[in-house]
């Protein structure tokens, strides 16, 4: 059956330094990857959408990248702060309605 | 205004009862969903409707009963809870495959 992982179920990360997390995903070929952001008692809130075709896409100081050949996709928050710190959701999606969700890695930026 | 609103955001419920959670949404799109994240934080799709047609049906208990009485709206009713019902559950919707979805703030429902 397809599966969404995301390896690490925590990082711990210093503020100021770059963190990075990863999605991978297997028996799947998705047509898209997409992030989200998860805080306590909230719920998810989309951050960035990368397709297929595209290597890469970056919003402010976030980068995602796509890697078809890994079945692997990278989310990079660079320059980490406090705030930073929450769940965040790596989902994929084949050309239906359907997003299937990895576990979540939960982030904490320690000042 | 929130865009996608769900009501109750608790509730506390003996096993046996029978109880719906209302989702709203004023952001105008076709699509609708209902997740389930259970206590190892773990979100799964339950249903998705488009348009008031379900499309997606995800196997759950049919004692979970969806309803869509217009595109605006999608509540989910819950026959006989049971403890294993316990469980935080997510409205959401998107416009459009591949789209962004937006989620609303979760109805945390605990069977006691």
């Known amino acids: 059956s397809q599966k969404i992982e995301q390896n690490s179920e925590a990082l711990n990360i210093q503020e100021g330094k770059t963190a990075t997390l990863t999605c991978n995903y297997t028996?799947?070929?998705?047509?898209?990857l997409q992030w989200y952001r998860q805080d306590p008692g909230r719920g998810p809130v989309f951050l960035l959408l990368?397709?297929?075709?595209?290597k890469e896409k970056r919003k402010e100081r976030l980068k995602v990248t796509f890697d078809t050949t890994l079945k692997q996709s990278l989310f990079h928050i660079t320059a980490s702060q406090p705030a930073d710190s929450a769940t965040y959701l790596c989902?994929?999606?084949?050309?239906?309605?359907?997003?299937?969700f990895g576990k979540g890695t939960k982030l904490s930026v320690i000042p | 205004d929130t865009a996608v609103s769900q009501t109750p955001k608790y509730l506390v419920t003996q096993m046996g009862n029978d109880k719906s959670i209302k989702c709203e949404q004023n952001?105008?799109?076709?699509?609708m969903y209902w997740y389930k994240q259970d206590s190892k934080k773990f979100l799964k799709i339950m249903f998705s409707?488009?348009?008031?047609?379900?499309?997606i049906n995800e196997t759950v208990p049919n004692r979970f009963s969806p309803k869509s009485p217009d595109k605006a709206h999608l509540n989910l009713h819950i026959n006989s809870l049971e403890l294993g019902d316990s469980a935080v559950y997510f409205c959401?919707?998107?416009?459009?495959?591949?789209?962004?979805?937006?989620f609303g703030q979760g109805t945390r429902l605990t069977v006691v």
């Open positions: 990368i397709r297929e075709n595209e």
């Open positions: 959401a919707s998107s416009q459009g495959v591949g789209s962004e979805a937006f």
């Open positions: 952001l105008g799109h076709d699509t």
């Open positions: 028996n799947y070929s998705p047509a898209y």
């Open positions: 989902a994929a999606g084949a050309g239906s309605y359907q997003l299937t």
């Open positions: 409707y488009n348009n008031k047609e379900l499309i």
